[in-house]
T-cell receptor, first 113, second 118 residues
Framework: GENVEQHPSTLSVQEGDSAVIKCTYS??????FPWYKQELGKRPQLIID?????GEKKDQRIAVTLNKTAKHFSLHITETQPEDSAVYFC????????????FGTGTRLQVTL | GAVVSQHPSRVICKSGTSVKIECRSL??????MFWYRQFPKKSLMLMAT?????????EQGVEKDKFLINHASLTLSTLTVTSAHPEDSSFYIC??????????????FGPGTRLTVL
């Protein structure tokens, strides 16, 4: 089955700096890669996703890049703000009707003032 | 749009009792719902995939007789933890994928249910 590794496990940046979180996956058949943000005790919220037919996708301060050859994808957050502090999870699945997601281990991002 | 609710948000029960958790898609139909378990400071672990009108598919190591799943309609799935024990204490989260072809992959999560078994 699919295996997703995520690094780093914790990340501390100063407000205004950029944050990068990286994930690798094992199954070359995976072609859907969402990123979720989870605040303490809350539900995971989808923040951005990418499919294998594109290499990069951007939404305001958030961007995701995908390298299918190397089987890795990354989340980039620019101009970080304290409200970006949360745990971020990457995931991978095969596109199709309700394919199950395999999650990474999570990255705890702390944005300091 | 794409709101998923879960009930209850928090439950405390005695060891040996059963607890039912409901997951509802409020503004869309979901052919498939997923049940996850999350331990403190850990990732989401998929327990089972719930398909409307058919039996759930359980992940390896998850006891189907322990965690009963019913998906009676396109908007409701239930997870029943039977004969709960303290080790079943955890954060249980469901997710649902819209039935529409536009976004079959996207999973929207419920707010979770924190189960404490005494």
């Amino acid at each position: 089955g699919e295996n997703v590794e995520q690094h780093p496990s914790t990340l501390s940046v100063q407000e205004g700096d950029s944050a990068v979180i990286k994930c690798t996956y094992s199954d070359s058949a995976s072609n859907y890669f969402p990123w979720y943000k989870q605040e303490l005790g809350k539900r995971p919220q989808l923040i951005i996703d990418i499919r294998s037919n594109v290499g990069e996708k951007k939404d305001q301060r958030i961007a995701v890049t995908l390298n299918k050859t190397a089987k890795h994808f990354s989340l980039h957050i620019t101009e970080t703000q304290p409200e970006d502090s949360a745990v971020y999870f990457c995931a991978a699945s095969m596109t199709g009707t309700a394919s199950k997601l395999t999650f990474g281990t999570g990255t705890r991002l702390q944005v300091t003032l | 749009g794409a709101v998923v609710s879960q009930h209850p948000s928090r439950v405390i029960c005695k060891s040996g009792t059963s607890v039912k958790i409901e997951c509802r898609s409020l503004d869309f139909q979901a052919t498939t719902m997923f049940w996850y378990r999350q331990f403190p400071k850990k990732s989401l672990m998929l327990m089972a995939t719930s398909n409307e009108g058919s039996k759930a598919t359980y992940e390896q190591g998850v006891e189907k007789d322990k965690f009963l799943i019913n998906h009676a309609s396109l908007t409701l799935s239930t997870l029943t933890v039977t004969s709960a024990h303290p080790e079943d204490s955890s954060f249980y989260i469901c997710s649902a994928s819209p039935r529409t072809s536009g976004s079959p992959d996207t999973q929207y999560f419920g707010p979770g249910t924190r189960l404490t078994v005494l």
